[in-house]
């Protein structure tokens, strides 16, 4: 009996205990209803003074939920001090720091994510709206959140991208100017004058309207000696979308044939010219039996 009387004097002094605590916890519950209210009424605060600037929205919500840690975390602890008043804030900060290591290696990825989706968000390169390729990953920035950034693509698929990836990897930003270069290879016959060729080609890139022909001035070069023909590498700047790449590419090409077509230049095709070592013999079909 004796096991019994240890077991129940300690749940005695333990409900005990916890009566004596209900003041306190009383007042600490109180103390998390207002940090509740506090930390709507500094995000409301936080995102009215912001909504004023140029900051993108994406920076604005991420200094809306700091605040709002910011404020959880004094009425936490201060919660906490009232439940448990041995405890300090100095205490506290040791604690955490003490967990912050186990909790980092738990989650050190979920970290390294939320860090770089906070370096990320600062960068003025890389907005949401523009055009990005990132480890064959390529479409345009729908969402950039604090641990992810949603890329959708041009099919209308949406990967879903952890920021630690765009921020160990180099990020091509295919929107970051208005305009971006475009190159085609034309071929024409070698019986070809390459002077003629150069004029009618460049004349057939000028008249198209989706070339950008202010400062960026359009370039032909007789590239190489190829096996069917001279190459001509053709280059232009247009606009810097996919779609506007596509379409650009679509007007140039149809330009380019239509112009050497009526100034009767030849886009050749590979030619083969078969050689045998020596004469094939002739040989007859042999008749069929009855056949005369």
Same mark, same amino acid.
């Given at each position: 009996?004796?096991?019994?009387?240890?077991?129940?004097?300690q749940?005695?002094?333990? +409900?005990?205990?916890?009566?004596?605590?209900?003041?306190?916890? +009383?007042? +600490?519950?109180?103390?998390?209803?207002?940090?509740?209210?506090?930390?709507?009424?500094?995000?409301?605060?936080?995102?009215?003074?912001?909504?004023?600037? @140029?900051?993108?929205?994406?920076?604005?919500?991420?200094?809306?939920?700091?605040?709002? *840690?910011?404020?959880?975390?004094?009425?936490?602890?201060?919660?906490?001090?009232?439940?448990?008043?041995? =405890?300090?804030?100095?205490?506290?900060?040791a604690?955490?720091? *003490?967990?912050?290591?186990?909790?980092?290696?738990?989650? %050190?990825?979920?970290?390294?994510?939320?860090?770089?989706?906070?370096?990320?968000?600062?960068?003025? /390169?890389?907005?949401?709206?523009?055009?990005?390729?990132?480890?064959?990953?390529?479409? %345009?920035?729908?969402?950039?959140? *604090?641990?992810?950034?949603h890329?959708?693509?041009?099919?209308?698929?949406?990967?879903i991208?952890?920021?630690?990836? =765009?921020? @160990?990897?180099?990020?091509?930003?295919?929107?970051?100017?208005?305009?971006?270069?475009?190159?085609?290879?034309?071929?024409?016959?070698?019986?070809?004058?390459?002077d003629?060729?150069?004029?009618?080609?460049? @004349? +057939?890139?000028?008249?198209?309207?989706?070339?950008?022909?202010?400062?960026?001035?359009?370039?032909?070069?007789?590239?190489?000696?190829?096996?069917?023909?001279?190459?001509? /590498?053709?280059?232009?700047?247009?606009?810097?979308?996919?779609v506007?790449?596509?379409?650009s590419?679509?007007?140039?090409?149809?330009?380019? %044939?239509?112009?050497?077509?009526?100034?009767?230049? /030849?886009?050749?095709?590979?030619?083969?010219?078969?050689?045998? %070592?020596?004469?094939?013999?002739?040989?007859?079909?042999? @008749? /069929?039996?009855?056949?005369?």
């Amino acid at each position: 009996m004796e096991p019994v009387r240890i077991m129940w004097r300690q749940v005695t002094e333990m +409900a005990r205990d916890t009566i004596a605590l209900l003041p306190q916890i +009383a007042v +600490a519950v109180v103390v998390l209803v207002l940090t509740w209210a506090l930390a709507a009424l500094g995000r409301s605060l936080v995102n009215r003074a912001l909504s004023r600037t @140029k900051l993108r929205r994406s920076l604005q919500d991420l200094f809306i939920l700091l605040t709002s *840690i910011l404020i959880w975390v004094f009425g936490i602890m201060i919660a906490a001090v009232i439940v448990f008043p041995g =405890l300090t804030p100095a205490s506290i900060l040791a604690g955490l720091g *003490i967990g912050s290591v186990a909790i980092g290696f738990a989650f %050190k990825d979920v970290f390294e994510n939320f860090l770089a989706g906070i370096i990320i968000l600062f960068r003025r /390169e890389m907005r949401m709206g523009d055009h990005i390729e990132c480890e064959g990953i390529e479409g %345009k920035v729908a969402h950039i959140a *604090i641990r992810e950034s949603h890329i959708r693509q041009t099919d209308g698929q949406l990967v879903i991208v952890p920021n630690a990836m =765009l921020f @160990k990897n180099p990020v091509y930003v295919r929107t970051d100017q208005d305009h971006r270069r475009q190159t085609i290879i034309c071929g024409v016959a070698y019986d070809v004058d390459v002077d003629e060729a150069r004029s009618v080609i460049t @004349k +057939a890139v000028e008249s198209c309207e989706t070339v950008e022909q202010g400062d960026h001035p359009i370039q032909i070069f007789a590239q190489e000696f190829a096996a069917s023909s001279i190459n001509f /590498e053709v280059t232009w700047w247009t606009g810097s979308t996919p779609v506007e790449q596509r379409r650009s590419k679509d007007e140039v090409v149809t330009a380019v %044939k239509r112009g050497l077509d009526d100034a009767g230049l /030849e886009i050749p095709f590979p030619y083969r010219t078969l050689t045998f %070592k020596e004469p094939l013999p002739l040989t007859r079909p042999r @008749k /069929e039996d009855g056949e005369d």
